[in-house]
């Protein structure tokens, strides 16, 4: 067996990957290989690897998952689940504790901002979360507000350049914690990091990849998420929610709209938490940096502390009725 590496990718990584490759022993690993170094992942490292028995990605994870708010097994159940549903990428080996997977190979057309625009994606995106909630996972129970303190303690402990206005955002973030802890606000079988890079389009439908913080969630972290991380505007997001639930009211507009701060405040502090470590090892996108990521977050949640509709928002989202699907 020959392995041909991509270059791009550091000698030290290049090992890894030869090391991780030995100790699956699969028969999808078996012959001559070559391997492509694939963007995104962040806090991983995702190749692809083409092999006599065809294509396949394979996920590198980093180590210390719990830094990340990430419990590898959990991940690997997620992804398994979605899969069953259609959904995401059928896993075909693993390892565990350390979380390393491979994966099939999906042929597809990237996902961005932009592409979700050009595309008109917004609605495929809400008919595609509709299906990952027709389904269920055993991974975890996922909370954002779990997360965001674990990221600014280890933020702040290592000198992390937070805003100046963070202990504003994080009291507000912790005040919907208590409104959505004390509320029937729906749950369900939530993907948890929908940033548009992290959909696959396949002509007429959409998979996912990298279910790190998937599981039985809130609805609306799911869609604040995404609104958030696509940047869409308020009729862009009027669309997303009448996509998805028809019959959406101002109790779930509110839900949805103080979601998306805590999803803001949330990835804005995982970024300067992770930038000292993973600053000058990955970037996921080209042109991308954690600064501009970080303050990208900040300022969405901002937006919803500045549009004057705060408090209202407090008030409508504890109106969760029977049929609420958000």
Not at 15 to 31: C, F, H, Q, S, V
Not at 89 to 100: D, K, M, N, R, Y
Not at 194 to 223: I, S
């Amino acid at each position: 067996m020959s392995i041909t590496n991509d270059p791009s990718l550091s000698p030290s990584t290049q090992d890894r990957i030869n090391k991780i490759i030995a100790e699956m022993d699969t028969p999808e690993l078996r012959g001559d290989l070559k391997i492509t170094s694939l963007s995104g992942g962040a806090s991983n490292v995702n190749v692809r690897i083409d092999s006599p028995a065809g294509s396949y990605v394979l996920r590198v994870c980093a180590p210390d998952a719990q830094r990340w708010g990430v419990d590898r097994k959990a991940a690997l159940i997620a992804q398994h689940d979605a899969a069953a549903l259609g959904l995401a990428p059928t896993i075909v080996a693993s390892l565990l504790p350390e979380g390393h997977f491979l994966s099939e190979y999906i042929a597809s057309t990237p996902v961005n901002s932009d592409v979700v625009r050009t595309e008109k994606l917004i609605p495929l995106v809400a008919h595609t979360l509709l299906e990952l909630k027709k389904g269920s996972t055993t991974a975890r129970d996922f909370s954002p507000f779990d997360d965001l303190r674990t990221f600014v303690e280890l933020g702040d402990a290592e000198g992390a350049n937070a805003p100046e206005d963070l202990e504003i955002l994080l009291a507000a973030c912790f005040r919907i914690e208590a409104l959505f802890a004390n509320s029937q606000a729906p749950r369900g079988f939530c993907h948890s990091d929908l940033v548009p890079q992290n959909f696959l389009l396949l002509q007429d439908r959409l998979m996912m990849v990298d279910f790190d913080y998937a599981g039985n969630g809130w609805v609306a972290f799911e869609l604040g998420s995404f609104a958030c991380q696509a940047e869409l505007s308020d009729e862009e997001t009027e669309l997303f929610l009448s996509s998805y639930d028809p019959k959406f009211g101002d109790g779930e507009r509110a839900r949805v709209a103080l979601m998306r701060l805590v999803a803001g405040v949330r990835d804005g502090a995982w970024a300067l938490m992770a930038e000292p470590i993973l600053g000058n090892e990955t970037v996921p996108l080209d042109g991308w940096t954690y600064q501009k990521y970080a303050q990208n977050n900040f300022a969405q949640a901002r937006a919803v502390i500045d549009s004057g509709d705060f408090a209202r928002y407090l008030k409508e989202a504890r109106n969760v009725s029977p049929q609420a699907r958000i």
